[in-house]
C-alpha cells in the first residue's frame, strides 16, 4: 500500500517595504523644501509679469559660487565612496574639504549680497531684488543646515562609525548635500534666465 508522506508546505513570508525612518524624515524635508522653492519661483514670475520689474546684471561672484558648489559635489561624492571602500583618512579629507567649500560658498553669497548693494539693488525696494534676497538667503539657511549635517558626518567619521557596514550618515549627507547643490543650480540658472 502506498502511503505519500504529506509534507506541510510553508508558505515563505511575503516581503515587506521597508524604509528607514530616517531617510525619510531627509526625503519628506526634500519634498516641504521643493515645495517652498516651487511657490517662491511661481510668486516670482507672477509678479514680474505684473511689471515694475527692475532689471540688473547677477553679482559675477555667483557664477564663481556655483562652481564651487558643484566642486563641493564631486567632493561629497568622494566621501561616499571612500566610506564605502573604509578609506578612513580620504574620508575624513573629503568631508573637510566639502565642508569648507561650503563655507566659502556662503561667504560668496555673502559678497554677492555686498555686491548687490553696490549696484544699488536692495531688500527693499524693488521687488526683483527682493526675490534674489529671498532666493539666495533662503538657500543659505539650507545650506547652513547641510553644513551641519556634514559637521555631524564628520565627527561620524573621526569615531569610526561611518563605514562600509554602516553607511546610512553618509548617505543622508551625500543625499541632502547634492540636494542643496542642485536646488542652488536651478535657482541660480532660473533668476538669469527671468531677470
Not at 517662491?40 to 553679482?59: I, K
Not at 531684488?129 to 539650507?142: E, M, N, P, Q, R
Request: overall charge positive; hydrophobic content about 55%.
Amino acid at each position: 500500500m502506498n502511503t505519500l508522506h504529506q509534507v506541510p508546505i510553508q508558505k515563505q513570508p511575503e516581503a515587506t517595504l521597508a524604509v528607514d525612518p530616517k531617510k525619510f524624515i531627509l526625503w519628506l524635508f526634500i519634498v516641504s523644501i521643493v515645495m517652498l522653492f516651487a511657490s517662491q519661483t511661481s510668486a516670482y514670475l507672477v509678479r514680474r509679469a505684473e511689471g515694475n520689474w527692475l532689471e540688473f546684471e547677477m553679482p559675477v561672484i555667483f557664477w564663481y559660487s556655483t562652481a564651487v558648489l558643484l566642486l563641493s559635489s564631486i567632493s561629497m561624492q568622494w566621501a561616499y565612496f571612500s566610506a564605502k571602500k573604509d578609506n578612513f583618512s580620504q574620508l575624513k579629507i573629503a568631508i573637510s574639504i566639502t565642508f569648507a567649500l561650503g563655507l566659502a560658498f556662503l561667504w560668496m553669497q555673502f559678497d554677492g549680497w555686498r555686491e548687490m548693494v553696490n549696484m544699488k539693488v536692495y531688500f527693499v525696494g524693488n521687488p526683483s531684488g527682493s526675490f534674489l534676497y529671498v532666493f539666495t538667503g533662503l538657500h543659505a539657511f539650507h545650506l547652513i543646515s547641510g553644513l551641519i549635517v556634514l559637521l555631524l558626518a564628520l565627527t561620524a567619521s573621526f569615531r569610526l562609525k561611518v563605514h562600509a557596514k554602516n553607511l546610512r550618515r553618509i548617505e543622508i549627507c551625500a543625499t541632502y548635500w547634492h540636494f542643496l547643490d542642485i536646488l542652488w543650480v536651478y535657482l541660480f540658472f532660473f533668476l538669469l534666465t527671468f531677470n
